[in-house]
């Protein structure tokens, strides 16, 4: 009984609020009326019609003005929308075509969209079985095929020896070392898990790092890396083997930066002692490539002694009257030889206050625009040296003897294993900002004359938290010049220039040729007389 009281109450209590505000409201639109008095005052101000049908008159201007604007934009908006869906389907035909003929790899979608775990699963499946793993691919020549290594828990034995030139050696960097053994645990984890099997026979025993033979392994840079591990089997002449995979992911955007390279000023340094008709080639290819193409260098001349500096002013006093060029300093030092020494010597001598990028260079190197960019590219304070690996060329005289003129030196200037080789073992060309060539300490001073005080100052970088650019430049060739080892040296720096010598002066097969020489031509004398 209470509660049916309770809401008749409610009831009659809400009637009774609806009425007063309906009162409310009928009194406000009658306060609100305007009189005609004032709108007598409104028409004197603004002279425009204050009648009923003047006002509608005007909101339905302004309301027909407001909709034409709405529909304008309206159409704008649906033009552009069906511009976009058309574009985006341009752009999905093109990423399928290309996709299809193996233009485009796979997993390059995944730039604009965020993967699930559905997506990179199947992503990795494709890369797996696109990959040269389970079944062979038609290659079109001999050179198309990529070779495996070959490995143990101690041992890789390789083709591509690089720097190290062993073909067989421990893995020198920890990631790799990490890798082959990583690789092995998790073929042991495998196949001692609970569903490892064969033929549905019950395993007889656990394997461990001691069964294991050897494998291969080899990587499809834009697949992934294939292993196939062989174990010892339960008795003699059987043997377990397991292939597995690691699949590259999709690939990632790091950062997208705007470099402005206008304003970056390359300091030239090059240690010099005598040798001016290399310096003549030397200024002639800087004249070319910095004066006249570039402009954004300053270069320092560090020479050692007396004997023929006047050449050399010579000569930059000829490129100043011919191309008005003074961004250069010389700088004459009364001491022996030292390449450390003289770039040392060259890098603090810019009193500018502009934190200038130091390119290292020497008098036989040959080098251009190209290389500048990449040198200011490849730069950054505080970030990133750059070491790049530059094109040793070998003896014109031998790789050219059977030609009766030399060719000129911009034919000379090809990059192919007959006419030289890249210098990996070679650390003395660098771009790096003086700031942090001062941070690190520089070169070691106590070393003298040729050889060392490049390597230590690579490693100086190497134990810091700089990034180091090492690459090959196909636009910085070492010229071949006649190599000298003095006396005078210890003998590591002795031999390590004789082995520069010998490696200098042609190619594995055109020594053969010289050693064979008289051979190969009793050779001939016998073919022709058949």
């Not at 083997?241 to 930066?257: A, T, W």
């Not at 251009?368 to 530059?390: H, M, Q, W």
């Not at 003298?448 to 196909?474: F, I, N, T």
Request: proline share 4%.
């Amino acid at each position: 009984m209470f509660k049916r009281w309770l809401l008749a109450l409610m009831a009659r209590l809400g009637l009774i609020v609806l009425g007063v505000c309906c009162c409310l409201f009928l009194f406000y639109l009658l306060a609100c009326k305007p009189s005609s008095g004032g709108a007598h005052q409104s028409s004197l101000l603004s002279g425009a019609t204050t009648t009923k049908e003047g006002y509608m008159a005007l909101l339905q201007e302004r309301e027909d003005s407001h909709k034409h604007y709405i529909d304008s934009l309206s159409k704008q908006i649906a033009q552009l929308k069906e511009a976009l869906q058309e574009r985006t389907q341009q752009l999905h035909e093109s990423l399928e075509k290309a996709k299809s003929k193996g233009i485009l790899p796979l997993g390059l979608d995944s730039l604009h969209k965020t993967p699930t775990q559905t997506d990179l699963r199947e992503f990795f499946r494709s890369q797996l079985s696109q990959a040269e793993v389970t079944s062979g691919v038609k290659l079109p020549s001999e050179y198309a095929l990529i070779p495996f290594d070959a490995f143990t828990l101690r041992r890789v034995y390789q083709l591509e020896t690089g720097l190290t030139k062993h073909p067989e050696e421990r893995p020198v960097r920890k990631d790799r070392r990490d890798e082959l053994i990583g690789t092995v645990e998790s073929a042991l984890h495998v196949l001692n898990g609970p569903q490892q099997h064969v033929d549905n026979i019950k395993r007889k025993h656990t394997y461990g790092p001691a069964d294991f033979i050897q494998g291969l392994t080899r990587t499809e840079r834009d697949r992934g890396s294939a292993y196939e591990l062989v174990f010892k089997g339960d008795r003699p002449q059987v043997f377990t083997q397991l292939v597995l995979f690691r699949p590259f992911g999709p690939l990632m955007k790091v950062k997208s930066d705007r470099v402005d390279t206008r304003r970056m000023l390359i300091n030239i340094i090059v240690p010099l002692s005598k040798r001016a008709d290399a310096f003549k080639h030397f200024i002639n290819n800087f004249r070319e490539v910095c004066i006249l193409r570039d402009g954004r260098v300053h270069l320092t001349i560090v020479y050692f002694g007396r004997e023929q500096i006047d050449l050399v002013k010579a000569m930059l006093d000829q490129i100043t009257r011919e191309t008005r060029f003074r961004s250069f300093t010389l700088i004459q030092l009364n001491e022996e030889f030292s390449r450390g020494r003289g770039l040392e010597v060259g890098a603090k001598a810019w009193r500018r206050s502009q934190n200038i990028l130091l390119f290292f260079c020497d008098v036989d190197i040959h080098f251009t625009t190209d290389f500048l960019t990449s040198c200011r590219l490849n730069a950054e304070p505080g970030k990133k040296v750059y070491y790049p690996i530059l094109f040793s060329q070998y003896n014109p005289s031998i790789i050219y003897s059977n030609q009766t003129l030399l060719p000129s030196l911009q034919q000379q200037l090809v990059i192919r294993k007959e006419t030289g080789f890249w210098r990996d073992f070679g650390f003395g060309m660098t771009c790096q900002y003086r700031s942090d060539f001062i941070n690190i300490g520089g070169f070691d001073r106590s070393i003298k004359g040729w050889g060392l005080e490049d390597v230590h100052l690579y490693r100086k970088y190497l134990h810091s938290k700089l990034l180091v650019v090492r690459a090959p430049s196909r636009s910085l060739f070492h010229m071949w010049h006649e190599k000298t080892c003095a006396d005078e040296l210890p003998p590591d720096k002795y031999k390590m220039c004789m082995q520069t010598k010998a490696m200098s002066e042609a190619s594995h097969s055109q020594l053969g040729e010289l050693i064979f020489k008289q051979e190969i031509q009793e050779h001939l004398k016998r073919s022709r007389g058949r």
